[in-house]
């Protein structure tokens, strides 16, 4: 029995390596983040579930987003690292300016930043703390600014900020106060705000912690272990929350650019030239649909039957995917195929020559060879002709496409080179 344990225990551990997720992150804020000790909240999250954040901050008290755009210290450690994520996070009430303010005291300097961060590493994405209203509104301003009069209307005007500023930067968003109005509504036992009412608590901090694990990890909050010295019951309500809000509805948060797939075909007998027509990728890969493949940008390749081929291109971005599928109808040929009798090609497999018998003399012969992508790597025209030889000493070791056509007949031979 011991033994069993033992190698259980083994075999999960190997699990939990295995499906380890490392992560770098920057946090850009002011106390808000500072609050706690965000980073090392989310950081201990990770550990939890076996995966490892690597961060970094710069969190001024009362600093805005144009503070951070021109501070040399952010930009700085911007620059430092291929980020996977930049967490941004304002002032507390520039979110919930007037619409007028925002569009010269906000929106230039966020996008500022995001462009920063994408110039340093294109897949670095702007994450955006959405924070929350204040827990009776905000009193000093509800004279000039109605909409921030109660808890609710500030509120809303911050998620929908946020929601905003991700959207038109194509980055992704930590819903926190999304998951703070959760908890509002539904446990409001739960003591979010410190004595301000409006900074977090440590049971608000986590709440937000929880947000950012899920966005960051794109894992389920409620696996992780590590309750900071919140009473269990708290932490696993304050994780449920999380996961109803942001896991379970990821793709709200999420406004990244998705890459499109997409491609051209023109079919000239059994060779088709394919034209990608797909917006930016980092990688491609082509299936025709017959076996054979190919990781070319704009490859051509040759049938070696008629019929119907699912032609499938798949592109990735920035680790996003995107696949197109096509059917494509290769004609039946108006040529007959060789007789078994009517030619030999040897030896095969073959090293650095290739030798061809045909029955008789033919006017025009077409050789081709092509690597299994479809590839044309060798092409000899010959004349009246029954026999001759090819050197294939200019071919790596590989398996290829032996094609020989002439007036009247086809023949296609898979053709081994070692």
């Not at 002011?30 to 706690?36: D, E, G, H, W």
Request: overall charge negative.
């Amino acid at each position: 029995m011991k033994k069993v344990l033992l190698f259980i225990a083994f075999v999960l551990a190997t699990i939990t390596v295995n499906s380890q997720t490392t992560k770098k992150v920057l946090f850009i804020g002011n106390s808000y983040t500072a609050a706690n000790n965000l980073p090392l909240m989310v950081s201990e999250m990770a550990n939890s579930t076996g995966d490892i954040l690597i961060y970094d901050s710069n969190t001024p008290g009362g600093f805005r987003f144009m503070d951070h755009a021109s501070n040399n210290t952010t930009l700085t450690k911007i620059s430092s690292d291929n980020w996977d994520n930049v967490a941004l996070q304002g002032q507390s009430r520039e979110t919930s300016l007037s619409q007028s303010q925002m569009e010269t005291e906000v929106f230039p300097y966020v996008e500022a930043l995001s462009n920063a961060i994408r110039t340093n590493n294109e897949c670095s994405q702007p994450l955006f703390y959405m924070t929350w209203g204040r827990k009776d509104g905000d009193a000093q301003n509800c004279a000039i600014r109605p909409w921030v009069c109660t808890y609710e209307e500030m509120d809303d005007v911050i998620r929908a900020t946020y929601i905003y500023l991700a959207e038109t930067n194509q980055s992704e968003s930590a819903p926190a106060g999304a998951v703070w109005r959760y908890l509002r509504e539904n446990h409001p036992n739960i003591p979010l705000y410190s004595g301000d009412g409006s900074h977090p608590s440590l049971a608000g901090s986590y709440a937000v912690a929880c947000a950012f694990y899920a966005m960051i990890y794109k894992k389920d909050p409620t696996f992780i272990s590590w309750n900071s010295s919140l009473d269990e019951n708290q932490a696993n309500t304050i994780k449920a929350a999380a996961k109803t809000i942001v896991f379970d509805e990821i793709t709200n948060w999420d406004f990244t650019e998705i890459p499109v797939a997409d491609f051209t075909e023109e079919i000239n007998g059994s060779e088709v030239s394919f034209t990608n027509t797909s917006s930016d990728f980092h990688s491609i890969y082509w299936d025709f649909g017959d076996g054979y493949n190919s990781t070319e940008t704009n490859p051509v390749h040759t049938y070696t039957e008629s019929g119907i081929y699912n032609v499938s291109q798949t592109i990735t971005f920035c680790g996003k995917s995107d696949t197109k599928t096509k059917t494509i109808e290769i004609p039946i040929l108006n040529i007959d195929r060789f007789k078994k009798e009517q030619i030999s090609i040897y030896p095969n497999p073959a090293t650095d020559k290739l030798f061809v018998n045909l029955d008789k003399n033919y006017q025009e012969i077409d050789v081709s060879i092509f690597d299994v992508s479809g590839k044309i790597l060798f092409n000899r025209k010959s004349n009246n002709k029954s026999s001759f030889m090819l050197n294939l000493s200019n071919l790596d070791n590989s398996i290829y496409i032996f094609s020989l056509t002439t007036e009247s007949s086809k023949f296609v031979r898979k053709l081994i080179v070692k």
